[in-house]
């Protein structure tokens, strides 16, 4: 048996030193997109003022994303009430309900509810006794890396 070709040794150098340098390539190009991500993406809390009863409320700025975002809605919690229903829904008082409290209560999602730019929550208590306090918050999302959060 010979010893090894020192022409082979630095053939398998060069190799291992070229897969090396590729891993730390795709290793900055995905830290840099990481950057690119979250600079495009934040929590926001939902806040909706406190309500008596047989009330809507429904406030475009404040509860729901604006042109060029959108919202991953994760938790709404509602409290402070001992009787009536708080119902959420999207859009219209009377639109796609999202989460109805016949008492005091929170509903988390895990990215099955989106609003898309311009929607929004709207708030309804009905046959309230007490003060409804509603609260929550949402994954606000960039149009432009909508694709990539979603894989």
């Known amino acids: 048996m010979g010893e090894p070709s020192p022409v082979g ?6 190799v291992a030193i070229g897969n090396l340098s590729a891993k730390v390539e795709r ?3 995905r830290l840099s997109r990481l950057d ?9 809390p939902i806040l909706f003022q406190p309500l008596g009863t047989n009330v809507t409320t429904d406030v ?8 060029g975002f959108w919202w991953d809605v994760r938790f709404l919690s509602s409290w402070g009430w001992t009787a ?5 829904t999207k859009n219209d008082s009377n639109g796609a309900v ?5 008492s ?3 509903f988390t999602w895990s990215g099955q509810v989106w609003l898309a730019p311009r929607d929004r ?3 309804s208590v009905s046959g309230l006794t007490g003060t409804v306090q509603c609260e929550g918050f949402a994954i606000e999302v960039s149009t432009q890396i909508l694709p990539d959060y979603l894989l």
């Open 9 to 14: 040794a630095g053939a398998a150098l060069e």
């Open 27 to 29: 290793m900055d190009r």
């Open 36 to 44: 690119d991500l979250w600079q495009n993406l934040r929590v926001v």
């Open 60 to 67: 475009p700025d404040r509860s729901g994303p604006k042109d």
């Open 84 to 88: 009536g229903t708080v119902t959420v």
């Open 98 to 102: 999202l989460a109805t409290f016949p």
């Open 104 to 106: 005091a209560g929170q």
């Open 121 to 123: 929550l709207i708030l």
